[in-house]
């Protein structure tokens, strides 16, 4: 049996360093410009419900939607991109450098920069991370990352490589 001797590996299938950095960043950009206007439309939305309580009106709502999106989305980039940048980093480097995330693990991030931005923001956090001056505000701030981060993993889940030391890419 005549066997064919094996093909030589293309620069395609194993992405050189250079690629891997500019997937990192193209990730970071995503995260950059995309995370900080859904936080800002996702916090005040949470803060427009809790507001409401009960007594939920969809045409008010959809006001306050309206009016986070002009006001809100232009500011939200002065607040939202330190967050954004470490969530962008965080799944930029996993998933060029070592594969693609999972749902799971970009939950645990976006929860993670939630807490984190309460904990910097120097509110009280006694004991099971509650704030007794705005019980309501970590799970605010943990709902606003946490949708931020979902959409820009979303957006990038499939902009990925392997690990270095396998020899195909994952495109």
């Given at each position: ?73 232009p500011l939200s980039y002065f607040i939202g991109v330190g967050p954004a940048a470490v969530g962008g980093l965080m799944v930029g480097i996993r998933q060029a ?75």
């Amino acid at each position: 049996m005549n066997v064919p001797p094996p093909l030589p590996v293309s620069s395609l299938a194993l992405p050189s360093r250079g690629k891997r950095i500019s997937c990192a960043v193209a990730i970071l950009l995503v995260f950059l410009f995309v995370g900080p206007p859904v936080g800002a439309l996702a916090f005040m939305l949470s803060i427009a419900l809790i507001g409401m309580g009960l007594k939920v009106d969809l045409a008010g709502l959809s006001w306050i939607g309206l009016f986070a999106l002009i006001y809100a989305v232009p500011l939200s980039y002065f607040i939202g991109v330190g967050p954004a940048a470490v969530g962008g980093l965080m799944v930029g480097i996993r998933q060029a450098f070592y594969g693609p995330i999972r749902w799971p693990f970009a939950v645990l991030i976006g929860i993670s920069i939630g807490v984190g931005v309460m904990i910097l923001s120097g509110k009280s956090m006694p004991f099971g991370l509650t704030d007794t001056e705005h019980p309501d505000y970590l799970p605010v701030m943990v709902i606003t990352c946490l949708t931020a981060t979902m959409v820009c993993w979303a957006i990038v889940r499939t902009w990925h490589f392997g690990p270095k030391g396998r020899a195909e890419a994952i495109a």
